[in-house]
């Protein structure tokens, strides 16, 4: 089975076995993922469907992301970044006892510490946020006041999301990734359920959609106490250890990460921004757009990128030989994801948005905008798979800077093409300049991490990918020829679902098959990784 792994990069059967190893974890993780996605898929049915593309729905997005972003920046962002590869690097050192417990009670009391005033200041100051993120909500009598009552409300949030940041850090670093991948469920299913059985049919769903997002929040953090407690930690804060050197470290690690995750959320926060000036509907079109690239993202792509993090970490604090390998064979397997599912969503945009969130008070025109939307953003996936990829490359060696540097590349190319763009084209030129913005920073970040640490021999994965952009092609094409038969779909019933798997299914096949075909390996790793006996890790 290894000979078979081989062609995907060129690798010897020891670095092979590492990926198939990881793609192991990630698989587990895609199952858990996808049941997490699709409760997320139905949380934004829910909302489209009770709410609408309107005055409540837009300001309720604008609320819930302003919180988001931070959760960004304290919690799964750059807490990730420089927690797990600390923490991984205690363990590979023999320090996973008394040091190790000690590390995380302490970063937990320093978290509690800065969200606490973080909180209370996003509280005092959701005025000036909503303005500065939604201006254009003013020019809507009451839309403003709205956003800003919902954002005071789910503030709190920040609080439980990035509590749970630290349990999936803990266990992320122990390779564990089953249940962090599940917490997220738990979320979904809060807002489903109030959306459904409170939001529906009320005169005033401000305070059920607020008690949804906290509740929330707090079973994410909930559920993986039990496991982390199982490991031997503790989740009590240590307040005499907030300022130990072990966790000034981790701080220090963090400082340069927040201002890149700040700006990568600032992207966010500016689609929010132009968004708001595009009338009522224009934040939900962008967001339910975002939303639909996020699933193909979301579902495989990070979680593969997760386990590469503390897997390259430990190689390179081993000083293992496979190192550069692991990276390459991730660069490609995450390109063999990214490169179909762009395509596939530029092509059928419309048919997937009719399907996805068509009916209710989501209505035929907000189906076609949201649609337009979506083609523009769908091939910004590339980019924003292989940046996550060459990212986490840089935390692993602990160089969170250039990352940084990269970001405001990022936030640059992005403002300036909203800024040309909105104005002629509306939401789609939102999804346009973030697919320049993305593909602009994963190839500053490649060309980087290329000069200061190299890639080794890359040939191999160069090849990988020309025969994935050659199965592109003929997917792109195949798909192209679908979409008079397509046209009808553009509701959430069951025959439109049919119809699109009728097309995606056979689809996937061509492509899997034509990559295959030419030589490619991504699929022998996939099956060596599935067919892994044995729960191992989790």
């Given amino acids: 089975m290894l000979g078979d792994v081989?062609?995907?990069?060129?690798?010897?059967?020891?670095?092979a076995d590492v990926t198939a190893g990881m793609v192991h974890?990630?698989?587990?993780?895609?199952?858990?993922?996808?049941?997490s996605r699709i409760t997320g898929y139905l949380r934004d049915k829910t909302l489209s469907y009770v709410l609408g593309a309107g005055v409540m729905y837009d300001a309720f997005i604008t609320a819930t992301r302003i919180p988001s972003t931070f959760r960004m920046l304290l919690g799964e962002g750059a807490l990730h970044a420089a927690f797990i590869p600390s923490l991984t690097?205690?363990?590979?050192?023999?320090?996973?006892?008394?040091?190790?417990?000690e590390l995380v009670q302490g970063v937990m009391a320093a978290l509690l510490l800065i969200l606490s005033v973080v909180v209370a200041l996003g509280i005092l100051g959701s005025p000036w946020l909503?303005?500065?993120?939604?201006?254009?909500?003013?020019?809507?009598?009451?839309?403003?006041?709205?956003?800003?009552?919902?954002?005071?409300?789910?503030?709190?949030?920040?609080?439980?999301?990035?509590?749970?940041?630290?349990?999936?850090?803990?266990?992320?670093?122990?390779?564990?990734?089953?249940?962090?991948?599940?917490?997220?469920?738990?979320?979904?299913?809060?807002?489903v359920s109030f959306g459904w059985a409170l939001v529906r049919g009320s005169k005033?769903?401000?305070?059920?959609?607020?008690?949804?997002?906290?509740?929330?929040?707090?079973?994410?953090?909930?559920?993986?106490?039990?496991?982390?407690?199982?490991?031997?930690?503790?989740?009590k804060p240590a307040w005499r250890l907030a300022t130990s050197p072990d966790v000034r470290k981790v701080l220090l690690l963090m400082l340069p990460g927040i201002p890149m995750l700040g700006i990568y959320q600032l992207n966010q926060l500016?689609?929010?921004?132009?968004?708001?000036?595009?009338?009522?509907?224009?934040?939900?079109?962008?967001?339910?757009?975002?939303?639909?690239?996020?699933?193909?993202?979301?579902?495989?792509?990070?979680?593969?990128t997760t386990v590469f993090l503390p897997t390259l970490s430990r190689h390179l604090a081993e000083g293992s030989p496979h190192a550069r390998q692991t990276l390459l064979n991730t660069i490609v397997l995450v390109s063999f994801v990214t490169i179909p599912a762009a395509i596939t969503m530029a092509v059928l945009a419309h048919p997937i948005i009719g399907l996805l969130f068509g009916g209710g008070r989501f209505s035929a025109l907000d189906v076609s905008i949201t649609g337009a939307t979506l083609a523009a953003y769908a091939f910004g996936l590339i980019g924003t798979g292989h940046a996550?990829?060459?990212?986490?490359?840089?935390?692993?060696?602990?160089d969170t800077k250039t990352p940084m540097l990269g970001s405001i590349l990022l936030l640059v190319?992005?403002?300036?093409?909203?800024?040309?763009?909105?104005?002629?084209?509306?939401?789609?030129?939102?999804?346009?300049?973030?697919?320049?913005?993305?593909?602009?920073?994963?190839?500053?970040?490649?060309?980087?991490y290329a000069g200061r640490y190299g890639f080794g021999r890359a040939g191999g994965s160069m090849l990988a990918v020309g025969r994935q952009l050659i199965g592109g092609g003929a997917l792109g094409a195949a798909l192209w020829l679908t979409r008079p038969w397509l046209a009808v779909v553009t509701r959430t019933t069951l025959a439109g679902a049919f119809r699109l798997v009728a097309v995606l299914v056979p689809a996937a096949v061509l492509y899997a098959g034509i990559v295959t075909l030419l030589g490619g390996g991504e699929l022998a790793v996939l099956r060596q990784g599935l067919a892994r006996r044995g729960d191992g890790p989790a």
Avoid at 25 to 35: D, F, G
Avoid at 153 to 161: E, K, Q
Avoid at 388 to 394: D, G, I, L, P, T
């Fill in 204 to 235: 005033n769903p401000v305070p059920f959609l607020a008690g949804a997002v906290l509740i929330g929040g707090f079973l994410q953090f909930a559920v993986q106490v039990g496991s982390v407690r199982s490991l031997g930690y503790r989740l």
């Fill in 6 to 15: 081989a062609p995907l990069t060129g690798a010897d059967s020891s670095a």
């Fill in 413 to 448: 190319a992005f403002v300036a093409g909203c800024a040309a763009m909105v104005g002629p084209y509306g939401t789609p030129g939102i999804g346009w300049s973030n697919t320049i913005a993305m593909l602009a920073y994963a190839t500053f970040l490649t060309a980087l």
């Fill in 130 to 191: 909503v303005r500065a993120f939604a201006p254009g909500f003013s020019s809507v009598p009451g839309k403003t006041a709205l956003a800003v009552l919902l954002n005071r409300l789910v503030f709190p949030y920040l609080i439980f999301v990035s509590l749970a940041a630290l349990c999936q850090g803990v266990l992320n670093s122990h390779d564990k990734f089953i249940l962090p991948a599940a917490a997220p469920i738990f979320y979904n299913l809060s807002i």
């Fill in 388 to 398: 996550k990829v060459m990212a986490n490359a840089f935390f692993a060696h602990r």
């Fill in 270 to 304: 500016a689609s929010n921004f132009f968004a708001s000036f595009a009338g009522n509907g224009g934040v939900v079109y962008t967001f339910a757009a975002y939303r639909v690239t996020e699933l193909a993202f979301g579902s495989i792509v990070v979680q593969i």
């Fill in 25 to 35: 974890h990630a698989s587990r993780m895609v199952m858990v993922t996808i049941l």
């Fill in 89 to 101: 690097r205690l363990r590979a050192q023999g320090r996973e006892g008394r040091e190790a417990r």
